[in-house]
């Protein structure tokens, strides 16, 4: 299973089109943040309202359900950058250069496939959703306090729709480290060994604690 990764960047236009791509995933992925620690102040207000003043949030579940679309969705392009999904590499991870990014290759234009595909199908659900001219009684919409769920439906073609723009660039990525044969190709994310990983948290932890001495 793979572990963090570092992705490295230099001056070229794929490192560029990388890193603005990147702001815009960080943005979303604290945009899911929020909605997180919102919902849990909601889950407070809950059972503070319901064990206090016997009086619940209407329609808790609906909202809960609602968020979940957005925190499980908008951050799935960066964890894409920063390999953070769980992968089996015990296969890869025996390769090195050409070969291997011959595999990064094919894995990603394969994970490319289903993302294409499951994007064009979350958007015609979408679209099912967002029938305004379907009777009030048959809008899809949540059971209890009968919020529209369009919007929890559009999020998901988008962030996969991103997901697949991080997708394209990690392939070019790869495809440039598999012509030049380069052993730290740009704009893809780097596995870490554990020697790696352990020196990049000593190195973290370092700096925080100096920041902190600075402070004081």
């Known amino acids: 299973m793979a572990g963090p990764s570092l992705v490295r960047e230099d001056g070229s236009i794929l ?6 791509l990147h702001r815009i995933e960080t943005g979303l992925t604290l945009v899911a943040g929020i909605v997180i620690f919102l919902l849990m102040l ?20 609906d909202w809960v359900e609602q968020a979940m679309a957005v925190f499980a969705f908008l951050g799935i392009a960066y964890c894409q950058r920063v390999g953070g999904h769980i992968r089996m590499d015990i296969l890869i991870g025996q390769l090195r250069r050409r070969w291997l990014w011959l595999a990064e290759i094919v894995s990603t234009l394969l ?20 029938d305004w001219n379907a009777p009030m009684f048959s809008r899809d919409s949540s ?12 999020l998901v073609p988008l962030a996969l ?29 780097m596995i870490l060994s554990a020697a ?4 990049l948290e000593a190195e973290h932890v370092q700096g925080a604690e100096a920041e902190i001495r600075g402070r004081g």
Do not use: C
């Open 161 to 189: 729709g991103l997901l697949a723009l991080r997708l394209l660039l990690q392939l070019w990525g790869y495809v440039r480290a598999l012509r030049e044969g380069t052993e730290e190709p740009i704009a893809v994310p």
């Open 111 to 130: 994970m490319l496939f289903l993302t294409v595909v499951l994007t064009i199908g979350s958007w015609r659900h979408f679209q099912r959703a967002f």
């Open 196 to 199: 790696e990983e352990a020196a």
């Open 15 to 20: 490192s560029r089109a990388d890193r603005s």
């Open 42 to 61: 909601l889950a407070v207000g809950q059972i503070l309202g319901r064990k206090l003043l016997n009086a619940p949030v209407p329609g808790f579940i």
């Open 143 to 154: 059971i209890d306090i009968a919020l529209p769920l369009w919007p929890a439906k559009l």
